[in-house]
């Protein structure tokens, strides 16, 4: 049984940094299929970023600004966000797939954590 478990959301000024982490158990594939999602209030959740076989992918919007990464034993994801704006503010979760379906919307979701911007 895989469980997320987000955590690092807090309140931070536009143009800082911040880390989310996202504690990963039962997830015993040899490959990964991993990403973080967000959902603004009144949005729909759109995908932030993602990491799989073949590499990370990320949307338009945070590109160059957020880097996502996971330890080996694939026990953490991370999202590493600089020059935050008030747009990336959202309720953010993290979410991982069979490797081998590897497709929205993906199987396992955490409860999410609040990344407010201001």
């Known amino acids: 049984h895989v469980q997320l478990v987000e955590s690092g959301g807090v309140s931070v000024q536009a143009g800082g940094s911040l880390r989310l982490s996202c504690a990963v158990s039962?997830?015993?594939?040899?490959?990964?299929?991993m990403g973080w999602f967000r959902q603004a209030l009144g949005t729909e959740r759109e995908g932030v970023a993602r990491?799989?076989?073949?590499?990370?992918t990320y949307a338009d919007s945070v590109k160059g600004r957020f880097t996502i990464s996971q330890d080996n034993a694939k026990k953490t994801l991370f999202l590493q966000m600089n020059s935050l704006k008030p747009e990336d503010t959202a309720m953010y979760y993290c979410?991982?797939?069979?490797?081998?379906?590897?497709?929205?919307?993906?199987?396992?979701w955490g409860q999410g954590t609040q990344v407010t911007v201001s």
């Open positions: 990491i799989d076989s073949d590499g990370t």
């Open positions: 039962g997830y015993t594939y040899s490959s990964t299929c």
């Open positions: 979410a991982a797939d069979p490797p081998d379906y590897c497709n929205f919307p993906f199987s396992y």
